[in-house]
T-cell receptor
Framework: DAKTTQPPSMDCAEGRAANLPCNHS???????VYWYRQIHSQGPQYIIH???NNETNEMASLIITEDRKSSTLILPHATLRDTAVYYC????????????FGKGTHLIIQP | EPEVTQTPSHQVTQMGQEVILRCVPI?????FYWYRQILGQKVEFLVS????????KSEIFDDQFSVERPDGSNFTLKIRSTKLEDSAMYFC????????????????FGAGTRLSVL
C-alpha cells in the first residue's frame, strides 16, 4: 500500500497558487519525495522531487518539512490545464524500485 | 524533448489471445518498467527490467506476463492468454541513471496503451 496520505480532492481558482499537501510520516532516511500528475488517462507526468531541501523548477515548488514527515507541492499560478490527479510518492530512487501510486489528489482549477 | 513512446495506443483483442505491447524507452535510459491502470483505479507497478533481466516484479506479474528487450530500442510486454480483467491502460517508463546520484533518477512515462479484452 502507498506510504503517503493525500486529500482526495481540492479546488483552486485560476491564477492562484495551488498548495497540495502530503503526509509521509514513515518515510525512511534514503527515500525521496516525488510528485507526479496524471491528466485524464494519460501517462503520469513527473513534476518535481526532493530529499530534504526545498526544490523549485519551472513547473512547481516542493516544500519538505524539517522532520520530512510531510511536504507541500506548490503550483504558483494555476491554470485550467493544471486540472489533474496529483500523486505524492516516496521512493528510494533506486532503479529496481517501482513507484507505488496511491489515489492522489484530484485538483480542480476553477475559472 | 526525448520521450517514451508506446504502440499501439489502443489494442483490442479476444479473450485467450496473446498480445504484445511495445515501448521505445528514451535512448540513453537503462532501467525499464511496466505499469497498468484499470479504469478508475490506481496505477500499479508490474515489473522493472535492467541489463536484460527482470529486477523486480509485483504479485500481478504472474506467469502469463513476460517482458523482453528484443533489440537495442524496443521493450515489450507480452500477455500470453488474455483475460477480461487484463483490460487496462498499460504504461511503460524508463529511467536514465542508476547509482550515479539518485537525485537524477526520474521515471518518465509513455502515453500508454489501452488494452481492451473482449
Amino acid at each position: 500500500d502507498a506510504k503517503t496520505t493525500q486529500p482526495p480532492s481540492m479546488d483552486c481558482a485560476e491564477g492562484r497558487a495551488a498548495n497540495l499537501p502530503c503526509n509521509h510520516s514513515t518515510i525512511s532516511g534514503n527515500e525521496y519525495v516525488y510528485w507526479y500528475r496524471q491528466i485524464h488517462s494519460q501517462g503520469p507526468q513527473y513534476i518535481i522531487h526532493g530529499l530534504k531541501n526545498n526544490e523549485t523548477n519551472e513547473m512547481a515548488s516542493l516544500i519538505i518539512t524539517e522532520d520530512r514527515k510531510s511536504s507541500t507541492l506548490i503550483l504558483p499560478h494555476a491554470t485550467l490545464r493544471d486540472t489533474a490527479v496529483y500523486y505524492c510518492i516516496v521512493c528510494s530512487g533506486g532503479g529496481a524500485d517501482g513507484l507505488t501510486f496511491g489515489k492522489g489528489t484530484h485538483l480542480i482549477i476553477q475559472p | 524533448e526525448p520521450e517514451v513512446t508506446q504502440t499501439p495506443s489502443h489494442q483490442v483483442t479476444q479473450m485467450g489471445q496473446e498480445v504484445i505491447l511495445r515501448c521505445v524507452p528514451i535512448s540513453n535510459h537503462l532501467y525499464f518498467y511496466w505499469y497498468r491502470q484499470i479504469l478508475g483505479q490506481k496505477v500499479e507497478f508490474l515489473v522493472s527490467f535492467y541489463n536484460n533481466e527482470i529486477s523486480e516484479k509485483s504479485e500481478i506479474f504472474d506467469d502469463q506476463f513476460s517482458v523482453e528487450r528484443p533489440d537495442g530500442s524496443n521493450f515489450t510486454l507480452k500477455i500470453r492468454s488474455t483475460k477480461l480483467e487484463d483490460s487496462a491502460m498499460y504504461f511503460c517508463a524508463s529511467i536514465a541513471l542508476v547509482g550515479q546520484g539518485k537525485a537524477k533518477n526520474i521515471q518518465y512515462f509513455g502515453a500508454g496503451t489501452r488494452l481492451s479484452v473482449l
